[in-house]
Nanobody, 122 residues
Framework: VQLVESGGGLVQAGGSLRLSCVAS????????MGWFRQAPGKEREFVAA????????YVINSVKGRFTISRDNAKNTVYLQMNSLKPEDTAVYYC????????????????WGQGTQVTVSS
């Protein structure tokens, strides 16, 4: 599976961005899709994941109510809608694909995109 993210950028605190990740190479809906982020000097952090059909989603507490993950299997795309952004959300955001149910750890994901930078200014 090849994954390509887009949609990052510079935004002021309180603003919104929508990240997209397009998959190619294998059957997209065979995979749980996740979003991770990594800030400078920090470990890669799980942010959100979505089941094969999109019927189940989970996000970390620090973004709950602000970030929404969704997918469109017809377009082989997973999204991360990010609202009410805070400076602490600044990081490189990665999408990833897994075949492990409820995967939240980086080692549980087999395929990764190249990442897209999100910078939130105060």
């Amino acid at each position: 599976v090849q994954l390509v993210e887009s949609g990052g950028g510079l935004v002021q605190a309180g603003g919104s961005l929508r990240l997209s990740c397009v998959a190619s190479g294998r059957t997209f809906d065979n995979y749980i899709m996740g979003w991770f982020r990594q800030a400078p000097g920090k470990e890669r952090e799980f942010v959100a994941a979505i089941s094969h059909s999109g019927g189940t989603t989970y996000v970390i507490n620090s973004v709950k109510g602000r970030f929404t993950i969704s997918r469109d299997n017809a377009k082989n795309t997973v999204y991360l809608q990010m609202n009410s952004l805070k400076p602490e959300d600044t990081a490189v955001y990665y999408c990833a694909a897994s075949q492990i149910p409820r995967a939240t750890r980086p080692y549980e994901y087999d395929y990764w995109g190249q990442g897209t930078q999100v910078t939130v200014s105060s």
